[in-house]
């Protein structure tokens, strides 16, 4: 059976991401406690909630997804890489495992900012071409429908259309 390898273009949001390598086992990812209770240390954790994105202008959630879509192309490089692979098995290591859920973790935190952008309505054109832009690059990044992905873009044409309107109108009724 031959694996398909997966491209520089696929998106870390696509269910499919990811190596095609699988884990080694499934003790890796159980959340388990093996310290002491004298010796607990905490657990090194990244947490971005849908509120904390909301909170964010368009041109900064735009700038998020910029970052997080660069470092889960990357992480999925390095998965591919031997270091993280036991022998020839195809098989995650312990670290190669780590990477995994983190690059997972990644394609979570994508899918939200995505979504916090989609469910966004912009009031200025600056930030309907910025959510535009974020949604342009999500969709071409995993876009294997040209008519939905042109269809997108019109929606959005049409998003800061209206934006812009909306600003000549403001600009009218101020003078």
Sequence with gaps: MTQKRKGSATAPTVPSHGSNIPR???K???MTNTTSATNVKAPLIHQISEDD???LTMKELGALYDAYHLIGETLCAALN???FIVGRSNMFNAAGDLVDNLDSHLSEVISAIVSV???AH???VEAAEHKAWILFKFEASCADDV???LKLAAEQNLAVAEAEFAAKQTVRKGA
Excluded: G, H, S, Y
């Design 24 to 26: 080694k086992d499934i």
């Design 122 to 124: 912009p009031t200025t």
């Design 147 to 149: 008519p939905l992905f």
């Design 117 to 119: 952008a989609k469910a």
């Design 53 to 55: 994105l909301e909170q």
């Design 81 to 83: 890489q031997p270091k």
């Design 28 to 30: 890796m990812n159980a």
